[in-house]
């Protein structure tokens, strides 16, 4: 978004400008990086503006030579991960990889580089994906969980986890290179670069700080905020169609050379949701907050019981049961 001033005076023969003063104002979105402006006039009447904005990647992803351990494969490049692709996760499981949030083979990406002693090469992801420390938090103050942070928060001394072990964080780089893979599985977590604890997820912080914020007073953190919004598209995934609703598929990302482009349309909404609530106020998210909260509770209860595979098949069975009891209940009352 911007808004462009200009006061542009001409010469006694209209075609030349004697004076130019603008003023621009540019506020920036996750999805906007940069603006360019041309202006041109042939006579006083006569003035033509062409704006153009270049796209920013999402930032929230990992670099292509970072790595993850497949069932049957070894240890593979995420430039060369599948979906389908079985890959361990925290839990010590393998799990199926089943989208992409964002994946893209030609967006160049500034990449942190977080060195520990586990390796002689750095663990590189955006500073917006998260990474999971040696601390605690809490789900509502009562569930215990791993914390998740983002990378670029990451400090020299800060204790990642490796295989469950602690290793603290020895230095601190940064590099650019060429292509954006944000891999999801169903638990939201990946073991990447030989066994780093690491969050499929993506911090939506810089868009939307006071709806953090105040998720964060319910002790709701952003890994728990990701997981639940993903859980009606990960039963969708898994339990519905393995091809269809999978960024393997074009109609659910978006096109290439957009703003957003190569995004999960699914991911790229919640981001645009949480950003637009990011102006109102705090007892609107909360009057807005908690009976959205509430929704997708029920969708994570049914998927922790039946798993996101059967899931589908749970809810519609559900459905059907509830349409026969109402049928059966309006003919014995005729």
Same mark, same amino acid.
């Given at each position: 978004?911007?808004?462009?001033?200009?006061?542009?005076?001409?010469?006694?023969?209209?075609?030349?400008a004697?004076?130019?003063?603008?003023?621009?104002?540019l506020?920036?979105?996750?999805?906007?990086?940069?603006?360019?402006?041309?202006?041109s006039?042939?006579?006083?009447?006569?003035?033509?503006m062409t704006?153009?904005?270049?796209?920013l990647?999402?930032?929230?992803c990992?670099?292509?030579d970072?790595?993850?351990e497949?069932q049957?494969?070894?240890?593979?490049?995420?430039?060369d991960?599948?979906?389908?692709?079985?890959?361990?996760?925290v839990?010590?499981?393998?799990q199926?990889v089943?989208?992409?949030?964002?994946?893209?083979?030609?967006?160049?990406?500034?990449?942190i580089?977080?060195?520990?002693?586990?390796?002689?090469?750095?663990?590189?992801l955006?500073g917006?994906?998260?990474?999971?420390?040696?601390?605690?938090?809490?789900?509502?103050g009562i $569930?215990?969980?791993?914390?998740?942070i983002?990378?670029d928060?990451?400090?020299?001394?800060?204790?990642?986890?490796?295989?469950?072990?602690?290793?603290p964080?020895?230095?601190?780089?940064?590099?650019?290179?060429?292509?954006?893979?944000?891999?999801?599985t169903p638990?939201g977590?990946l073991?990447?670069?030989?066994?780093?604890?690491?969050?499929?997820?993506?911090?939506?912080?810089d868009?939307?700080?006071?709806?953090v914020?105040?998720?964060?007073f319910?002790w709701?953190s952003?890994?728990?905020?990701?997981h $639940? $919004?993903?859980?009606?598209?990960?039963?969708?995934?898994?339990?519905?169609?393995?091809?269809?609703?999978?960024?393997?598929?074009?109609n659910?990302?978006?096109?290439e050379?957009?703003?957003?482009?190569?995004i999960?349309?699914?991911?790229k909404?919640?981001?645009?949701?949480v950003?637009?609530?990011?102006?109102?106020?705090?007892?609107v998210?909360?009057?807005?907050?908690i009976?959205?909260?509430?929704?997708?509770?029920?969708?994570?209860?049914?998927?922790?019981?039946?798993?996101a595979?059967?899931?589908?098949?749970?809810i519609?069975?559900?459905?059907?049961?509830?349409?026969?009891y109402?049928?059966?209940?309006?003919?014995?009352?005729a």
């Amino acid at each position: 978004m911007f808004i462009l001033y200009s006061n542009i005076d001409f010469d006694s023969t209209g075609t030349s400008a004697t004076k130019c003063a603008t003023v621009v104002s540019l506020v920036t979105g996750q999805y906007e990086t940069s603006l360019s402006y041309t202006i041109s006039a042939d006579a006083y009447d006569t003035l033509v503006m062409t704006c153009t904005s270049k796209p920013l990647s999402p930032s929230a992803c990992f670099s292509p030579d970072t790595t993850v351990e497949v069932q049957g494969k070894g240890h593979v490049r995420m430039v060369d991960l599948q979906v389908g692709d079985h890959v361990r996760t925290v839990s010590g499981n393998f799990q199926p990889v089943y989208s992409f949030g964002h994946k893209d083979e030609h967006q160049s990406v500034d990449y942190i580089q977080l060195y520990t002693a586990h390796s002689d090469k750095p663990l590189e992801l955006s500073g917006q994906h998260l990474v999971f420390v040696d601390e605690t938090s809490y789900l509502f103050g009562i $569930w215990a969980q791993p914390k998740a942070i983002r990378a670029d928060h990451v400090q020299v001394g800060d204790m990642l986890l490796v295989h469950g072990q602690r290793y603290p964080v020895t230095k601190l780089g940064s590099v650019t290179k060429t292509g954006a893979y944000m891999p999801l599985t169903p638990d939201g977590s990946l073991l990447v670069h030989y066994g780093v604890h690491a969050s499929a997820y993506v911090s939506g912080e810089d868009t939307a700080q006071s709806v953090v914020d105040n998720f964060a007073f319910y002790w709701f953190s952003e890994q728990n905020l990701m997981h $639940w $919004w993903l859980s009606p598209y990960r039963m969708l995934c898994m339990g519905v169609s393995s091809s269809y609703f999978t960024s393997e598929n074009p109609n659910m990302m978006t096109a290439e050379g957009q703003v957003d482009g190569s995004i999960l349309k699914w991911l790229k909404l919640g981001l645009s949701t949480v950003e637009a609530a990011d102006e109102y106020s705090f007892l609107v998210h909360h009057l807005m907050g908690i009976p959205v909260a509430i929704v997708f509770a029920c969708f994570m209860l049914v998927e922790g019981i039946f798993g996101a595979t059967m899931a589908p098949t749970a809810i519609l069975m559900a459905i059907g049961f509830y349409v026969c009891y109402l049928v059966a209940r309006r003919r014995h009352q005729a």
